[in-house]
């Protein structure tokens, strides 16, 4: 069968892996394979600063120990560092992009939302971010779990020229995460609710370099109380993935899903292939957060 699906998980190393981060993974690779697909894994290690020593082997670790394995090589976004330069000068060279140095301080002072500044400067000091210029000719889009999304007062950012370079010279996310969906062919991206107000900049962008969308498909994060999801930044514990049944189990009935476990002999690949069977005949969400109280 030929495969018109591509899926992908892409996390950062900024820690290991925590109950909602595996909940993401485990949503993308079920889409994936109920759609007959390719599941794909991308470390998007584009940010030093922030980044654990040793978290992409145990981000890695982890997905396998839950048998979770990418349908291909693992992509590292460091190793494409030079492309996206490229990239970014050439929408420079061609006026779709400027150097803006306004600090976070003067953005908030205007209201929280950059107003395009630096857009019409003739001069621009160092060090400076660089903005790609957003259209803003896409303002909707179908969701494949939530529907139609518009462009609303909640999505206050859908609209701003975002900034693709760092003023540190980093690479920023929405250029590289948006390069990559491109180069590999991704066709499907599924992935937390928290992500859903960057995705019409996002679809900007993309739209400049292909004129092949891809299908976005935001699903439930997990919060401890509502407004505060299981995070890294809000030390969320780490899976342990010596518990990968009962974390997988876990994830199932937040899901919604009745994965039988029959007896001792019960295996990991069962499982998963139960569950794939269950999300092919349709899921739906009905809710933006779960509330839960992070017992593994």
């Given amino acids: 069968m030929t495969c018109q699906y591509v899926g992908r998980f892409a996390p950062s190393p900024s820690g290991p892996l925590h109950i909602g981060s595996l909940l993401t993974a485990l949503t993308s690779y079920l889409d994936a394979h109920a759609h007959y697909g390719k599941w794909l894994v991308r470390i998007e290690d584009i940010d030093p600063p922030r980044e654990q020593p040793g978290a992409t082997t145990q981000i890695l670790n982890t997905l396998a120990a839950h048998g979770l394995h990418a349908d291909g090589e693992i992509r590292y976004q460091s190793n ?24 976070r301080a003067m953005i908030k002072q205007n209201g929280g939302l950059y107003t395009g500044r630096c857009k019409t400067r003739s001069q621009v000091h160092s060090p ?53 969906d491109i180069d590999q062919g991704v066709t499907h991206i599924i992935r937390g609710m928290d992500l859903l107000p960057t995705t019409l900049s996002q679809m900007n962008l993309w739209q400049h370099f292909s004129d092949t969308l891809p299908i976005y498909g935001h699903t439930p994060v997990l919060v401890t109380v509502p407004g505060q999801k299981l995070s890294k930044q809000n030390h969320a514990r780490a899976v342990d993935p010596t518990q990968a049944i009962a974390n997988l189990r876990y994830c199932f009935t937040v899901l919604g899903l009745d994965v039988p476990i029959s007896n001792d002999d019960t295996t990991i690949a069962d499982m998963l292939h139960h569950a794939t069977v269950q999300w092919r005949q349709g899921i739906t969400f009905k809710t933006h957060e779960i509330i839960v109280t992070e017992t593994i």
């Fill in 80 to 103: 494409r560092i030079a492309e996206f330069q490229t990239m970014i000068n050439q929408l420079l060279d061609t006026s779709h992009a400027y150097r803006c140095d306004c600090t």
């Fill in 128 to 180: 400076c971010a660089i903005r790609f210029i957003n259209p803003g000719t896409i303002g909707q889009f179908n969701d494949h779990f939530q529907g139609l999304v518009t462009l609303k007062q909640s999505y206050p950012l859908a609209h701003e020229d975002m900034i693709i370079q760092r003023k540190d010279g980093l690479i920023a996310y929405n250029l590289a995460v948006v390069a990559d």
